[in-house]
């Protein structure tokens, strides 16, 4: 089969280099990919957005499928544009139409699509211009902390969560009144905080049958012990210990089943992934968000944890087969480290070449690149905030930890900045 992958980050590499073990690749592209992409299939200088591009590459290069990284090409209505073009339509999409992927695309419809089909989320009210001084009430008579959302999509930083009423009013302000958040803040989803441990599941339907792929749990601030700022995505382990059979099934019964059943009774077209985001308090699930496509950094290790043929599963998914599906999960413990550029996730310099790539010899680690790129004399270079991840297996999460980190101290770019408490919490005092 000939693959176009569209993407560029950590989570399209490990896409790629887990299309490139299949049996039943041909040719794979990557639109536009980076200097890992380049190692596994052939870079293509193209935007994810550019849908009249992607037809063009996908009459050029015979591409038999599709399949979608990021939310952007997504939320803008890629699986369509495919859907209502003669030249297309019969090329599958691995991904959701663009009115499923406002599950992501609007925080507002997810809470409604979760409250129509009683699924556990946070109480929450929504807010815009033409209500603000209602608003502007319920702020200061809600319980701290408070959870402000921008409606859209914001690059993963339109969430706040103001510890008091003046900070809160302060960033409602900016958002409705001064589109600190530009379009995607145009209407604000204000939330009960919710105390609790966090997890990402992962789901893959066709429509109608679903597979529930390996949970796992990412590190979003910058700093050691879940301090500083928000970035997006310091690390993350696989399998998450608290999540364990009893706690899955209340997942599986209470969220993803009525989430599939309930997009089917909206004729809502989705044949892709659908990331829940989830929040345990006191063993009892709640959804946080939807995302309409894989996470990044938790990719980097639920795809190595998978041992299926993975353009099998997603022949499955676009054949509507997934029943057939016999998923295989390695039993080991997997956990991804992230490398950014010095300043991340405020400013930082890019164009640094990276050392020790190399001398890579090591079994059962993965490198996998995200913001990288390759200039005229084929040296790798950094190109973004996030550059790359480490993701090695272990018997247990702390093990795998210590081989990522190892692996680190090896790899070397100006600036580098790496957390070294991945997985902290399931770590015995002897380790820490």
């Not at 000939?2 to 490139?20: F, M, P, Q, T, V």
């Not at 009459?59 to 499928?65: L, R």
Request: net charge negative; hydrophobic share 40%.
């Amino acid at each position: 089969m000939n693959i176009l992958l569209l993407g560029s980050g950590g989570r399209e590499h490990a896409l790629a280099w887990k299309i490139a073990l299949s049996s039943h690749l041909s040719a794979l592209f990557i639109a536009p990919g980076n200097a890992g992409t380049a190692m596994c299939g052939t870079n293509l200088a193209i935007l994810p957005t550019d849908f009249e591009a992607v037809k063009k590459a996908c009459i050029e290069h015979k591409i038999e499928m599709v399949i979608v990284g990021p939310e952007e090409p997504l939320v803008k209505g890629i699986y369509d544009f495919f859907a209502a073009d003669e030249s297309l339509k019969k090329i599958p999409v691995i991904g959701p139409s663009g009115k499923a992927a406002m599950l992501e695309g609007s925080k507002a419809f997810a809470k409604g699509f979760m409250n129509r089909h009683n699924i556990p989320t946070a109480d929450y009210q929504e807010f815009n211009m033409d209500n603000y001084t209602e608003g502007v009430k319920y702020l200061t008579e809600h319980s701290l902390p408070i959870v402000l959302k921008a409606d859209g999509l914001a690059a993963g930083k339109g969430v706040i969560i103001a510890q008091n009423h003046v900070e809160a009013m302060a960033e409602f302000e900016l958002m409705l009144q001064q589109s600190k958040f530009g379009d995607a803040g145009k209407k604000v989803v204000v939330e009960e905080f919710l105390k609790g441990m966090e997890l990402s599941v992962f789901v893959l339907t066709d429509g109608k049958d679903y597979l529930i792929l390996p949970e796992a749990k990412d590190y979003k601030r910058i700093g050691i012990g879940d301090t500083g700022l928000n970035t997006g995505g310091m690390g993350a382990v696989s399998p998450v210990p608290f999540a364990d059979e009893v706690f899955m099934q209340k997942v599986k019964e209470r969220i993803i089943e009525p989430t599939v059943n309930g997009l089917q009774k909206e004729e809502l077209d989705y044949r892709g992934f659908i990331f829940i985001g989830l929040i345990s308090v006191e063993n009892e699930p709640f959804v946080i968000e939807y995302n309409c496509r894989l996470g990044d950094p938790e990719t980097e290790v639920v795809l190595p944890r998978i041992e299926n043929d993975i353009l099998e599963i997603f022949t499955a998914v676009a054949q509507q087969k997934l029943k057939d599906i016999q998923l295989k999960i390695d039993s080991r413990a997997a956990a991804t480290v992230v490398a950014v550029s010095g300043g991340y996730p405020g400013n930082y310099e890019t164009g640094f070449e990276i050392d020790g790539l190399d001398i890579l010899n090591e079994d059962d680690v993965i490198v996998f690149h995200a913001g990288t790129s390759l200039d005229d004399e084929n040296r790798i270079l950094t190109k973004g905030g996030r550059v790359l991840t480490v993701t090695a297996y272990g018997t247990g999460i702390p093990e795998a930890v210590k081989r990522a980190l190892k692996i680190l101290e090896f790899i070397g770019f100006e600036g580098m900045y790496y957390r070294k408490d991945i997985g902290y919490e399931f770590k015995s005092k002897e380790e820490i």
